[in-house]
């Protein structure tokens, strides 16, 4: 089985920085697309930055410039550097992978996710 494990959430004052990480474990063949997910009190979930194994990165407009991910396929990991932190990025983020497992079949998977608390 799969799993994703986040860590790196906590609490941050505004104009600080946090960086994320999702660990992936289980029966792996390949990880195509990786990504970051949030949502916050009151929203739906949002698309926050996505990576493809090829490198092409894909960010949303409201943390462009801020925000940077990054990806190790050795260690089946990927990361958000998050800089100058706001309030609005207060959120639960989640870890995002498309896999291809042992068997070939190619799979979403997503981890529990991680609070990120801004203050003000």
């Known amino acids: 089985q799969v799993q994703l494990v986040e860590s790196g959430g906590g609490l941050v004052q505004a104009g600080g920085s946090l960086r994320l990480s999702c660990a992936a474990s289980g029966s792996i063949v390949s990880i195509r697309a990786m990504g970051w997910y949030r949502q916050a009190p009151g929203k739906q979930r949002e698309m926050v930055a996505t990576?493809?194994?090829?490198?092409?990165?894909n960010y949303a407009d409201s943390v462009k410039g801020r925000f940077t991910i990054s990806r190790d396929n050795a260690k089946n990991m990927v990361y958000l550097q998050m800089n100058s932190l706001k309030s609005e990025d207060t959120a639960v983020y989640y870890c995002?992978?498309?896999?291809?497992?042992?068997?070939?079949?190619?799979?979403?998977?997503w981890g529990q996710g991680t609070q990120v608390t801004v203050s003000t």
């Open positions: 990576i493809t194994r090829g490198m092409i990165t």
């Open positions: 995002f992978m498309n896999i291809r497992n042992s068997d070939y079949s190619v799979a979403d998977y």
